[in-house]
């Protein structure tokens, strides 16, 4: 990790470690998953809409980057974008191919990723409020 | 970028089952109409959707989108015959023209379009829920 770089503070190794970068990243998914299954069961009813998601290869490039070792340089470019979901076919006679059930439950499980997600967040900026006060409150 | 994220997409939807709503309410209040201004039994609306670009990202592809109503069109097949010749508006032979609403259609539209409308309301709920969540980070 670069600790000495110019016109960086002290704290940045802590908003630098894999965890907290990881966490911010990931963080950024669910928002954007939650725009899209808003977009989803919005258009539930439309007819040919085809269901959008997180591209796959967001968390692939994470995880390369991850066993790179280094995730905290480059990983600015690594941005989660919505696709077209091909996977998902359609049932219905009009070609719309959403499954409300599928989605809210796609909704309930990103909720409890961004709870857990956050959390993660706030444990890590408290830690570092703890390293300088010396108090836990 | 909104604060919570994809209301707005949420907020047209809830827009267009009301609309939905709306329209089975007319159609079910106007199931005997068989007079109406432009002459005629009454004739079954339908609400149809489609999707407004709400936000592109240019070449990746998927692009986000919510929903409008497209148009309200109206319903042409004909309305069932009825024999009863003490009604005004029957033919000289006796029959009424009713109107081509039919009541189990309209229910099944009711609660399609009611139970839309509460997913996308726990869609809103849900958002809000991750907004406040994000704005506790660090407390």
Known sequence: MNVA?????????????????????????????????????????????????????????LKARLAA??????????KPRLIEDASA????????????????????????????????????????????????? | MNLISGIDITASALAAQKTRLDIVAQNIANAQTTRTASGGPYQRQVVSFETELIRSQGSAGGALQSVRVAQVSTDRSPGQQVYNPQHPDATA????????????QEMVDLITASRTYEANLSVAKNARMMATRTLEIGK
Do not use: C, W
Request: aromatic share 4%; no cysteine; charged share 25%.
């Open chain 1, 89 to 137: 076919r359609s049932l219905r006679p009009d070609g719309n191919s959403v499954e409300i059930e599928h989605e809210l439950l796609a909704m309930n499980r990103n909720s409890v990723e961004h709870e857990y997600l956050t959390e993660i967040i706030s444990q890590n900026i408290k830690q570092l409020k703890m390293a300088i006060t010396g108090r836990t409150g």
């Open chain 1, 5 to 61: 770089l110019v016109g960086h503070t002290m704290v940045d190794p802590i908003f630098q470690s894999d965890n907290y970068v990881l966490a911010r990243k990931l963080l950024d998914a669910a928002v954007v998953r939650q725009e899209a299954i808003a977009a989803n069961i919005a258009n539930a009813e439309t007819p040919g809409y085809r269901r959008v998601d997180v591209a796959p290869d967001f968390a692939e490039q």
């Open chain 2, 93 to 104: 032979d006796g029959l009424v023209t009713m109107p081509n609403v039919n009541l189990s």
């Open chain 1, 69 to 78: 070792g280094d995730l905290s340089t480059e990983s600015a470019a690594i």
